[in-house]
């Protein structure tokens, strides 16, 4: 790093597009996460007036899309069963590898870490920006599908063979945007991982890292060991597609009444495997890091430290371990065998006890506090009760007696999307107000804010509790038309509630991106530490420079010393000598 | 407080006792272990499937494979050897033996080019059968880190003048991560070698 390099005026392009600042690359991630989290719930709008009405046109959008710039897409106007197909696949995939994982890893550990650690940047912060890059990339590729013949990948966001091998050259782009977006994780794991071990600030022992902090820290290593067998996975499936391989292509493959011209001896099964050791863990990867945005939150505004700060801790590497050893509670009904089903079973049920642990401290530190509802907290208390019910539901898909009649049931969508939107989404909303003062220096509008929560809360809740009604009614997922069988067509009015309620959830997150980019220039301008909070992040000059600290700061406290004794103040900051 | 001030570029931490980036470089290494181990499994998981297996030394030419397995020991060697002539202050000495080290990889590079041709011209292609479908894999992509290893050690060489006068001990360090990841391709072939030719 040449010597004056900070000295000098940077111009905008180099200042912020291809910035190497920790906080800029942040806050692209943010954005660029955002945006993908918006057209992912686009899909799911599409989806959803299919689901309500099937069949029919969808007005305005289907005559705009349907005019044929989008090939095989909505050609007719409607949303068509191939159309249907390309939307689920592409929703799931751009919600958790585009949106939340780059939202909670990508944005909040790339800003917040280095911050919390005392550091000045992150240990690598080139290879920081060419993770940025290489994910943006993967995006746009991902996203290229649309315009191609056949149109995007439509095999699901498992992308299962043989399905899968014999899709349209969406499903090639697919994995090449899976490969990029893999490699992008990766780099971005190897240096938050360094910078945590290496760059903590003198004093900050790892028993006062802030929760948060050791949340991205397994997650980094979640990513570092899972991500790369699906990568093999990609590799492999690509071979399949490119070079005529049948990895996943068991012998004797009959496709439309003509024996295909393939070796085989494939195992269909590998791709499976392959795929869940990574999503499972990916599980975590998307619920750590909320559960760290959450514990922040609660402390600060409870105004009491943390209940059992080790037990929360050690709560959190275990589930980082387990996360990899529950991957085949996916595929009960693949006919694995008996002792695989029992083997996972156990260990599914053995994951539930740690989390269930994180819960229980949260609740815990709750109790007699002073607390203080502002929106951040709203958020942040809410994620408690919706990911306990994502993951009390979860429990009888983790086991092969109801697993049976659950399984490919709206059961299992009700359930995940429970932890994924209401849990973790909640949790990233309130980590946006939380944090938006020290990235803007304004607050977002609390008024708007408060809004923007209870109609997110009921409207999220009308939309993925009747799924689970569905789910115990037998309504099969994946069905482009809902009505087709008896059993779907006597429940379709539960549809049309959900499609409503979706819809009205869409119109409150305008109101969010309203308040995000007005409260930029109108916001309340607050100080250097508006919320009264002890975590290195906020002894910065408000926003921070690049650079980070004024001078290094020294830590003398673990982080959550709220209400001390005998002090004028009710907090004690980490780099406040007592 | 300026970005100088990321610590630990030259010196090692106290307490873990390793730079940022030795540091980083093992574990980069753990996902590459993670990467071929996702693969091995799948080889296992095919070989275990099939009704039979073709023998490795059947299909694939067991002496230049020998021959290929005996360069990339001797490159990891000069690779160690140019590592410790920076270590010793010998800029020239670390010049001969990281280009003795490229030189060495295009070496297996080009005997692969030979083994993969006759594969070729006697139409054994991925698409054959599972065995060479995994075989052209798994050498492939041990094949693409081989090229990303002397793109970046040449990158080194060609840059070796300013580095060396400017920051010796990053750049001693630099060399050090270099040499890890070398060993590390050095020893995929080393578990490819008997599993695809001589099992």
Known sequence: MSQDHHHQELGFIQKYIFSVDHKVIGVQYGVTALIFLFLGFCMMMLMRWQLAYPGEEVPILGGLLGSGWLPDFMSAGDVDASTYNTLGAMHGTVMIFLGVVPLGVGAFGNYLVPLQVGAPDMAFPKLNAASYWTYFAGGVVMMLGFFMPGGAANSGWTSYPPLSIFASNGQTVWLVGMVLLITSSLLGSVNIIVTIIQLRAPGLSFFKLPFFVWAQLVTSFILLLAFPPLEAAGVLQLMDRVAGTSFFLPTGLVQSNMPLEIAGGGNSLLWQHLFWFLAHPEVYVLILPAIGIVTEIVVNNTRKPLYGYKTLVYSGIFLGFMSFLVWAHHMFMTGMGETMSDFFQVTTMIISIPSVVVLTVLIITLWGGSIRFNVPMLFAVAFLPMFAIGGLTGLPLGLTASDIYFHDTYYVIGHFHYVVAPGTLFALFAGIYYWYPKVVGRKMSSFWGKIHFWGSLISINLVFFPMLLQGISGLNRRMYDPTFYEHGASIQSLNVIISYAAWALGLVQLIFILNFFLSIKFGKKVGDNPWQATTLEWATPTPPPHGNFLSEPTVYHGPYEYSVPGRTEDYLPQHVQA | ?199
Not at chain 2, 154 to 177: C, V
């Open chain 2, 1 to 199: 407080m300026s970005l100088d001030l990321i610590k630990y570029i030259e010196e090692p931490h106290p307490l873990t006792g390793i730079t940022n980036s030795k540091l980083a470089m093992w574990l980069f290494l753990a996902t590459e272990v993670m990467l071929f181990g996702g693969l091995f499994s799948a080889y296992i998981i095919l070989r275990v499937g099939a009704p039979d297996w073709p023998h490795g030394s059947e299909y694939l030419n067991v002496p230049l494979a020998t021959a290929n397995t005996m360069v990339l020991i001797i490159s990891s060697v000069t690779m160690v050897m140019s590592w410790a002539s920076l270590a010793m202050k010998s800029l020239p000495k670390f010049k001969f033996y990281m280009t003795m080290t490229i030189l060495l990889a295009c070496v297996f590079l080009v005997i692969k080019y030979i083994e993969y041709s006759h594969k070729f011209h006697l139409e054994l292609y991925p698409s054959t059968n599972n065995f060479f479908g995994i075989y052209f894999t798994l050498t492939g992509l041990h094949g693409l880190h081989i090229i990303g290893g002397i793109l970046v050690n040449t990158y080194f060489l060609l840059t070796a003048n300013k580095s060396w006068a400017e920051h010796p001990k990053m750049f001693t360090g630099r060399i050090e991560a270099a040499g890890l990841y070398w060993h590390f391709v050095d020893l995929v072939w080393i578990f490819l070698f008997p599993v695809l030719y001589l099992l």
